[in-house]
Each structure stands twice: as C-alpha cells, then as structure tokens.
C-alpha cells in the first residue's frame, strides 16, 4: 500500500528510519521534515572533532543529497510547530499543512537552560548542533577568550572541556554533584576521568552551586555558593537535556520522560511512531521503559521504527552502548548500570583500561569501562553480547585482565 | 609480482582462530587475521580515527573497531556500520611451511 509518511525531526534516528523503510518499501512516499538547513549529520564530532579542527563540516554528514535522491526521499528544512493527530496533519510555522498516514517522531532532545534572574541568559552558551559548535568555536577562537567556564560535568560538558584544554584555553568546570558524569558512572572511573582532566591543567570544581553570574566590563564573575568567585571570559553550560517534546503537550499522545512507546516504537497513537532521544520506549529484556541519548540507539532505534513503519513486524532488544571521548581517554558504558546485586572489577589502572561490571542474579546487566583509545572496547562489546544471551558468567575470569573475555561468548 | 614485497608475519599457530594480531611493519601497523577459511590481513589503525584495530572484536568475517564500533569486512576491508565510512584497506596474505606473509605495495 502506498503511504505518506512524515518523518518530524531530521536527525539520526530520522534518516536511518526513512532509508529503513525504503529498503523495505519502494512505493510510499517519504519526507523528513528538519528544523535545521542541514541534511542530518553526527552530532557526537560536535563537542569533540569538530571544536578540534580535525572534522570538517563535509565530515559530519551521514549521507549527501544524492543518496537521499536516489532513494526517493525527500527532505524539507522546516519547523513544525502543531500537530493534530486526529487529522493527521502537521502545520509548520509558514502555516504549510503537512498530512501523513503515517508518522515518526525524531525531535531529539533539547539542552536544558539556566535561568538567570539578570539579563545574562543570552551570554551563556551551549551545544546541541552544527550552528551553535561553530559559534563557540568562533568565539574561542579569540585569544582573549582565554579563561573558559563550564557549568556541568556531564559528559558534553566534560568532552568540551578536553577540547578547549587541547586548543590551551585555561578551563574551569563547575559539577553540583560530588562527582563527575553523574551516579550512573562507578565513582572510581569518574575519579580517573578527573584526573585526567586536572593533569591536563583544568581546573573541576565540584559539589558547588552558582548563586549568580555578573559581567564587569566584558568578564564575567561567577558567585559560588561558598562565597568563592571565578573570573572567566566565556561561558558555556552543558547541564543536561530534555526530550524535545513541547509540540506535544496538549495533545493525546501519552508522554512521560519523552514520547511514550513499546517494543515496536509505537506510541499510543495509531499510526504514530517515535524513535531516538525523544522517545522514552520498552525494552523487553531489562523489562522496563528507558530513555537513552547516544548515537549507537539512535542509529538502531531509527532503523527499527523504519521497520515497523514498512510493516516489517520487529521488536527492539539492542542493549544499549554509548561512548565519551576526552583527551586520549575512552570511556564505554553498556547495558544498565544501576540495578545490580554485584560489582565486579576488571583491571585497575588506565594503561590496561577499567571495566566495572554489574551483575544481578549473576547475569552481567551492565559495564562502565575507561581505557586509552580503544582499549576496553573490545571486553565491552562481548560484555553486551553476553547481556543480550543473559549468559551466567564465570566471575573470575571476569576479573582477572590476563583471561580474555571470549572465552565466556557460546557459540 | 617480486619475492621481496612478501613479508614474514609470524607462524600459523601464532593466532587462534577467530582472532587477530597486530603487526608492525617499517613505520606501518597491520592486523593479520585467522578466519575459519584462512588469513587475511587489514591495515591496523581504524579510518575513523587513529586507533588500533588489534583491539577489536572479530567476529564471523567482520572487524569490529574498539573505539566506536564501526565495522569492517576483513576480507574487502568494506566499512559496513557506521560512524566508519572510509574502506580499510586489505593485503594479500600467503602461508608456506606453516608462516605467514602479508604482501605490501
Ligand atoms: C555535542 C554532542 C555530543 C555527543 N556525543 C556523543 C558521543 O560521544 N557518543 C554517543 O553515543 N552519543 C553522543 N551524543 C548523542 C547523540 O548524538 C544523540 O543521541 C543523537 O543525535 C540522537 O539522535 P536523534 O535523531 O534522536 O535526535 P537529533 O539528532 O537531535 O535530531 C533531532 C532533529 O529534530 C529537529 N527538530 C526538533 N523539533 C522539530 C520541529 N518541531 N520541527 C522540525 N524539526 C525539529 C532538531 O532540530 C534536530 O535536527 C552527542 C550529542 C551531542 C549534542
Ligand atoms: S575510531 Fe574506529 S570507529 Fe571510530
């Protein structure tokens, strides 16, 4: 059957649904609408690569307008901003009129504001895309830019940190927690990303809260709550993210952390699907909702939207994997790491990388690992293979670095 | 095709099956692989950033990089999972008397 399918939001998971489902369905027609003027490009290079000068903009995209041609899709840079799902119908801020049979959701997420009682909120930046990486990097590039405040060490945060410490910049990040990335990392990789950072000459200050912000003469003074001030330069927040789902708030569509979906990424509307960092969906092995922002699940949560989409009945079980990179560190995490009965230690120093795993009922549900490059890499991937059989594993060779982990992979 | 260019690996028993090891050549970095038909070998260091393949998970004919997960085909070097899209380059592999050599252009 030939349908129009709208996919809103031209990210990741938006491009890998609509090439997903042309694999599968060569009649309907697809459009993606985006908000940005871009063909949907990696986001990950932005706070790294990109800030670094080694990733051009070129480099970022994931496919040129030929591939999108030759496969018949179609992308349209508008904003979206009303839907009515019982007409099936999106109206854009030009009031153009979009109507599907069926539609994705990929709106992303959305970067989470301070909220200054002066007049500075303009002054602070922050990084989600393109335009804004290269307004950051334009500004740094100004050598009087030289002091640089981070407000937030959450992993963007902390990975633009490690790239303005690489171009010299003398950083400062400021954590309201008492450690860095949040409770979801094992506190001792945390204290070895940190060390790193200090050894690099930047300075993290945690378990301190801003009281105010002020700007004398081009510089900003940031009042800390125990009375202690810092004089910067610039100012860039990376406090975290929200599902961008303000489009959505007065309708039916059940929202909760995000665009509520099941195993098949439906919502609870008919017809409506949803996929990537907006949508909050089931996993069927950990047996729970979750919501992930990382690039390996936008990438296999898009896809299998297409799937769904094209009629192509399938569930999604991918266990969940995501990277940071910051100076010549790695750090993975896989699967979940906050229900678990047991913690077991691979490796204790970062020459031959970290790995906590997290067990429950001796079933590995998770792995946090930090190592130079690439070096973990490889214990984590068969750590998510071994999640995904619910393998019970031997604990000792888990722990002991010189057994390698292939061993504990049945075939 | 001159004798030279065939350059001595390591012997066969060198590596498990499945697997892989890194050599280094002059001021490159190969991985030489051991699949169930045969050897073959890659450049070693990852097209999407400088990283070594020889930390990676091999896996049916398949590479997989250890930094970011692209994957590659061992025996094309075709970049199949993103965010790897630049091919690996591959080099032919030969066994005599139970050693393996790599031929480099
Ligand atoms: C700086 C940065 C670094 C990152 N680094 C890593 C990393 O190292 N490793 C990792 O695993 N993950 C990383 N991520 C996360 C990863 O990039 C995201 O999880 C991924 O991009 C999510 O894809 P998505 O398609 O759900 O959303 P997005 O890629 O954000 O796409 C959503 C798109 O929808 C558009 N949109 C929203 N509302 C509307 C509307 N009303 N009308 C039209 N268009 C709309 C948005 O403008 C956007 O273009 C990083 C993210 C950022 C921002
Ligand atoms: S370095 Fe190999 S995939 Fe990124």
């Given at each position: 059957m030939k349908n129009n399918i709208i996919i809103l939001g031209g990210g990741q998971a938006g491009i890998y649904a609509a090439r997903e489902i042309r694999k599968n369905d060569s009649?309907?027609?697809?459009?993606?609408?985006?908000?940005?003027?871009?063909?949907?490009?990696?986001?990950?290079?932005?706070?790294?690569?990109?800030?670094?000068?080694?990733?051009?903009?070129?480099?970022?995209?994931?496919?040129?307008?030929?591939?999108?041609?030759?496969?018949?899709?179609?992308?349209?840079?508008?904003?979206?901003?009303?839907?009515?799902?019982?007409?099936?119908?999106?109206?854009?801020?030009?009031?153009?009129?979009?109507?599907?049979?069926?539609?994705?959701?990929?709106?992303?997420?959305?970067?989470?504001?301070?909220?200054?009682?002066?007049?500075?909120?303009?002054?602070?930046?922050?990084?989600?895309?393109?335009?804004?990486?290269?307004?950051?990097?334009?500004?740094?590039?100004?050598?009087?830019?030289?002091?640089?405040?981070?407000?937030?060490g959450g992993f963007i945060g902390l990975e633009i940190a490690s790239s303005l410490s690489q171009l010299q910049k003398k950083v400062t990040v400021i954590e309201i927690g008492n450690q860095l990335m949040g409770r979801i990392i094992p506190k001792q990789i945390a204290d070895l990303v940190q060390n790193t950072h200090i050894e690099q000459g930047n300075e993290i200050i945690l378990n301190k809260q801003i009281d105010k912000i002020t700007k004398k003469n081009g510089i900003y003074e940031i009042l800390l709550n125990d009375n202690s001030l810092i004089e910067t330069d610039f100012v860039i927040a990376g406090i975290g993210s929200n599902p961008s789902v303000k489009l959505f708030e007065n309708t039916n569509l059940k929202l909760d952390n995000g665009i509520v979906t099941n195993q098949f990424c439906e919502t609870s509307i008919k017809d409506v699907y949803a996929a990537g960092d907006v949508s909050?969906?089931?996993?069927p092995l950990y047996e729970r909702?979750?919501?992930?922002?990382?690039?390996?699940?936008?990438?296999?949560?898009?896809?299998?939207?297409?799937?769904?989409?094209?009629?192509?009945?399938?569930?999604?079980?991918?266990?969940?994997?995501?990277?940071?990179?910051?100076?010549?560190?790695?750090?993975?995490?896989?699967?979940?790491?906050d229900d678990y009965d047991e913690i077991i230690e691979r490796g204790n120093e970062i020459n031959n990388g970290v790995i906590y795993f997290f067990l429950k009922d001796k079933i590995i549900r998770g792995a946090c690992g930090?190592?130079?490059?690439?070096?973990?890499?490889?214990?984590?991937?068969?750590?998510?293979?071994?999640?995904?059989?619910?393998?019970?594993?031997?604990?000792?060779?888990?722990?002991?670095?010189?057994?390698?982990?292939?061993?504990?992979?049945?075939? | 095709m001159s004798e030279e260019n065939w350059i001595e690996v390591g012997s066969t028993d060198s590596i498990e099956e499945e697997d892989l090891i890194r050599f280094d050549h002059q001021d490159k970095t190969f991985c030489v692989y051991r699949l169930a038909d045969g050897f073959y070998a890659t450049d070693g260091i990852c097209t999407h950033e400088a990283v070594h393949l020889e930390d990676g998970l091999v896996m049916d004919d398949e590479i997989e990089c250890p930094m970011h997960q692209g994957i590659f085909n061992i025996k094309s070097g075709e970049a199949l999972s993103p965010p790897a899209c630049e091919d690996l380059k591959t080099y032919p592999v030969k066994v005599d008397n139970d050693k393996i050599f790599i031929k480099i252009d």
């Amino acid at each position: 059957m030939k349908n129009n399918i709208i996919i809103l939001g031209g990210g990741q998971a938006g491009i890998y649904a609509a090439r997903e489902i042309r694999k599968n369905d060569s009649e309907s027609n697809i459009k993606i609408l985006g908000e940005e003027n871009l063909l949907p490009y990696e986001r990950p290079p932005l706070s790294k690569d990109f800030l670094l000068d080694k990733k051009n903009e070129e480099d970022l995209y994931f496919h040129s307008s030929h591939v999108l041609k030759n496969e018949n899709i179609d992308f349209e840079n508008i904003s979206i901003n009303k839907v009515d799902f019982e007409n099936k119908k999106l109206v854009a801020k030009n009031d153009n009129v979009y109507s599907y049979d069926i539609l994705l959701i990929s709106t992303g997420s959305e970067n989470k504001k301070l909220s200054l009682d002066n007049n500075l909120n303009n002054d602070i930046y922050y990084l989600r895309n393109l335009e804004e990486a290269k307004i950051i990097k334009e500004i740094v590039a100004n050598k009087n830019k030289n002091k640089i405040t981070i407000i937030g060490g959450g992993f963007i945060g902390l990975e633009i940190a490690s790239s303005l410490s690489q171009l010299q910049k003398k950083v400062t990040v400021i954590e309201i927690g008492n450690q860095l990335m949040g409770r979801i990392i094992p506190k001792q990789i945390a204290d070895l990303v940190q060390n790193t950072h200090i050894e690099q000459g930047n300075e993290i200050i945690l378990n301190k809260q801003i009281d105010k912000i002020t700007k004398k003469n081009g510089i900003y003074e940031i009042l800390l709550n125990d009375n202690s001030l810092i004089e910067t330069d610039f100012v860039i927040a990376g406090i975290g993210s929200n599902p961008s789902v303000k489009l959505f708030e007065n309708t039916n569509l059940k929202l909760d952390n995000g665009i509520v979906t099941n195993q098949f990424c439906e919502t609870s509307i008919k017809d409506v699907y949803a996929a990537g960092d907006v949508s909050n969906f089931y996993h069927p092995l950990y047996e729970r909702y979750m919501r992930l922002e990382s690039y390996q699940h936008a990438q296999n949560h898009g896809i299998c939207a297409g799937k769904n989409i094209a009629g192509v009945k399938t569930e999604y079980t991918s266990i969940p994997w995501m990277w940071s990179d910051q100076f010549n560190l790695n750090l993975q995490l896989t699967g979940i790491c906050d229900d678990y009965d047991e913690i077991i230690e691979r490796g204790n120093e970062i020459n031959n990388g970290v790995i906590y795993f997290f067990l429950k009922d001796k079933i590995i549900r998770g792995a946090c690992g930090l190592g130079i490059a690439g070096k973990i890499g490889r214990d984590i991937r068969i750590t998510s293979k071994l999640t995904e059989k619910n393998t019970i594993v031997d604990k000792q060779i888990l722990s002991d670095q010189n057994q390698k982990l292939n061993k504990l992979i049945q075939k | 095709m001159s004798e030279e260019n065939w350059i001595e690996v390591g012997s066969t028993d060198s590596i498990e099956e499945e697997d892989l090891i890194r050599f280094d050549h002059q001021d490159k970095t190969f991985c030489v692989y051991r699949l169930a038909d045969g050897f073959y070998a890659t450049d070693g260091i990852c097209t999407h950033e400088a990283v070594h393949l020889e930390d990676g998970l091999v896996m049916d004919d398949e590479i997989e990089c250890p930094m970011h997960q692209g994957i590659f085909n061992i025996k094309s070097g075709e970049a199949l999972s993103p965010p790897a899209c630049e091919d690996l380059k591959t080099y032919p592999v030969k066994v005599d008397n139970d050693k393996i050599f790599i031929k480099i252009d």
